[in-house]
């Protein structure tokens, strides 16, 4: 099992859905804008589910893409294919996802904003000269142009799978975006929503980790001992202002 590592950081590599960027909401609210006229009939209640559903992935078509078994379209349609089956909707046929499809795309950029916490902490890491960047599982441009469209702009370091033809948790991955920064990997701290993925992949790789867990559901944090973890970006400009 992977341990904690020590020792003041000397920069900061972050995850970007759900660490940065509010993408459950983003998608939530593109879903609901560009399916309102067609689930008229839904309630509250029906549109939160649709909305979990669809962002969660229980059915993991995101994970097959990352392992090249999908193009990014197509679990994406598989996604609200399922959203729609269990609702006891029909499945579009090909003319309508392709219409599905574009306006999603359209819309969701609209939505891309960054959590309230992110921009404090870099602001904070900028005054005090820390290096800083991005690893994310998703292509390089794509992940540029959320960034931008969330106004975050000031992270230049970017990594996508498409960067070392690697997703996280694979260590290569995380060590571009150390060569990158130009830090030493045990030096280096990487920031994500994810426990296994993001926390203990980074650890694995060589780098400290911090979770970033928004909910406090303790039941989730007992489930991954030994990992630093926190409610929100606030740990970060902490980890540079003792020793660890």
């Excluded at 928004?214 to 001992?225: F, T, V």
């Amino acid at each position: 099992m992977s341990e904690r590592r020590s020792g003041r950081p000397t920069g900061v590599l972050f995850d970007i859905d759900e660490t940065l960027v509010d993408l459950r909401t983003a998608m939530g609210n593109t879903l609901r804008d560009i399916s309102a006229a067609d689930l008229a009939h839904f309630t509250e209640e029906d549109w939160a589910a649709y909305q979990h559903l669809y962002a969660a992935d229980p059915q993991g078509y995101y994970d097959r893409y990352l392992a090249g078994e999908l193009s990014f379209t197509r679990q994406r349609l598989l996604r609200v294919a399922h959203a729609q089956q269990s609702h006891g909707l029909p499945v579009f046929d090909a003319d309508a996802e392709e219409a599905w499809n574009a306006a999603y795309d359209k819309t969701l950029p609209r939505h891309f904003k960054a959590f309230d916490d992110v921009v404090p902490v870099l602001d904070e890491l900028d005054a005090l000269g820390i290096p800083y960047g991005a690893v994310s599982n998703n292509v390089h441009d794509y992940q540029r142009a959320k960034l931008d469209a969330a106004g975050l702009e000031r992270i230049q370091v970017l990594v996508g799978i498409d960067a070392v033809d690697a997703a996280k948790p694979d260590p290569a991955i995380f060590l571009e975006g150390v060569r990158l920064l130009g830090t030493d990997p045990a030096l280096t701290l990487y920031v994500g929503d994810n426990p296994v993925v993001d926390g203990r992949g980074a650890l694995d790789a060589g780098l400290q980790s911090l979770w970033i867990e928004r909910s406090g559901n303790e039941e989730l944090r007992a489930a991954h001992p030994g990992l630093a973890v926190a409610g929100d970006l606030a740990a970060v400009a902490a980890a540079f202002s003792v020793s660890r």
